[in-house]
């Protein structure tokens, strides 16, 4: 983001606190042995799949507490804010974690395409072919 720009507002809530966690810190992931947690990213609007990144602690904490989307780059071993550079943020409605907490869903309204591609979702080219096998049918 360029200094001439503002920053975005952000709008996002912590989710709730577990028990054993001080009034409105966010419900701790269960990380796994590197420190981070996938987080698959969805459209609010339409529940469309837009991305899967990682996210470490800071990440995810910046997440909560900023209302735009960050994830941890295992590349470049650094957070970063989507929309930071192309102006597309994605800005979080709502965080959950899954029932094992090692995965966490981040819903969103994207301000453009999720892709680095231009894309709007990374999931848009990607239809894999599936031929029904038969499993769990009654015969």
């Avoid at 602690?57 to 507490?65: F, G, I, K, S």
């Avoid at 709502?94 to 094992?100: A, M, N, S, W």
Wanted: hydrophobic content about 30%; glycine content about 10%.
């Amino acid at each position: 983001m360029s200094t001439s720009e503002p920053a975005p507002t952000p709008t996002g809530a912590a989710p709730q606190s577990s028990p054993g966690q001080g009034r409105g810190e966010p419900v701790r992931p269960a990380f796994d042995r590197s420190g981070l947690v996938p987080a698959v990213v969805q459209d609010e609007a339409s529940g469309d799949v837009l991305m899967v990144a990682w996210m470490d602690a800071p990440a995810y904490r910046a997440t909560c507490t900023t209302g735009l989307a960050t994830f941890y780059s295992r590349s470049r071993q650094e957070q970063w804010v989507k929309g930071a550079t192309s102006g597309n943020y994605l800005r979080v409605r709502e965080v959950r974690l899954d029932c094992d907490r090692d995965t966490v869903l981040v819903r969103v309204d994207p301000d453009g395409p999720a892709c680095h591609t231009g894309a709007r979702s990374c999931f848009d080219d990607g239809l894999v072919p599936v031929e029904p096998s038969g499993a769990g049918q009654s015969r």
